[in-house]
């Protein structure tokens, strides 16, 4: 069996939307197989082990794949929300290895915020900040498992910070929602939003649990 490696560069400032592969034979007798591709970001070439075996799946509860989370929250000025990762535990396989996964915000203001929203990781290890003001029933989507924010359905630009995910457990979430007074020089939390959190719970498969 040959591995073949090549080396391509997309356009400076241009992003690569879809990739096509051919693969040719010409003045040729004989069988042929195509198996595996694998595009890795970077400009050195490591290659590979060959494994087919899935490393992930959705966390199994009573031998199911879990159906994905959804949690409700009504929060005004700052609270903090736990988001449990860990499946109905007592239907989860003992042995099963329950992983990361990327959570989905939606946030909805019920009054005005006019100076946007903010979200915190259990210590603050992760934060992220939407400056923007956010008028009545306005709605702001922080997309972990996309890495996109959304504002009123729209691309959003003047964010900072990072996506947010879920550890095993009970991780918890910081949610400040952001005021300014006049002639105040601090942000003080003030308003109310409804808060909806969507994720989908993982475990590692076999592949997973061999590396």
Known sequence: MDRYFYRFEPEEG?????IEIRATISDAVGSFSFTDIMLQDGKHLTGY???TREMLQKLREDSS???PKHY?????GTKTIIVP??????AVEPE?????????FHVRAKESLPRGIALGQDRLTRLFYFPGELAGNQELQIIGTDRQVLFNGAPAQSFKGHFLYAAWGNPRFPVTLL???EEQEALRPEPSARVLIEFQEWQLAEGGKRI
Do not use: F, H, M
């Open 179 to 181: 005021e300014l007074e």
């Open 72 to 76: 409700n929250a009504v929060v005004r």
């Open 96 to 104: 099963a290895v329950i992983v990361p996964t990327a959570l989905d």
């Open 85 to 90: 990762n860990r499946g109905a535990y007592w």
């Open 49 to 51: 082990s060959q494994n």
């Open 65 to 67: 794949p879990a159906t």
């Open 14 to 18: 241009k992003n690569v939307d879809n």
